[in-house]
């Protein structure tokens, strides 16, 4: 009776497993030439934008809410497998800090999370970093 049920779970799991892959794109990390670009990332009064330039620098703004002003951060990032490391690393790191990330493909794009946002292997939609839509 058991053996009964065992094909439909093994084919239930592979179909599972396969959406994950539909939904979002290849079961890899991007490539560098992948990740290029410029990225978006935030919510409701946190809001950010993120140029990687294919020399291997990047230029990060904060958006000031409630009469504030921007911060602008410049600096040098690398890919190394699926992990972006981001230099240089501030002397005191912050909650908003960029210092390390995990890339992956979401929505069919390349994206990235800052891996402090994650949670057992989770993040919430607005903390991923998501291409600018053109």
Known sequence: ?????RLPLVLLALLVASCAGVLNGPDRPPTRAEIIGTYDMGHAGFDEELELHQDGS???????????????YLGTWRLQGKYLFFEPVPAIPTISSLVQAEAFFYKHKPA???????????????????????
């Open 1 to 5: 009776m058991a053996r009964m049920f």
């Open 112 to 134: 990235f999370v800052r891996t402090q946002d994650l949670k057992k292997e989770k993040v919430h939609e607005w903390w991923v970093y998501q291409p600018r839509v053109r």
């Open 58 to 72: 990047y230029k990060r703004t904060l958006f000031a809410h409630l009469d504030s002003t921007d911060a602008t």
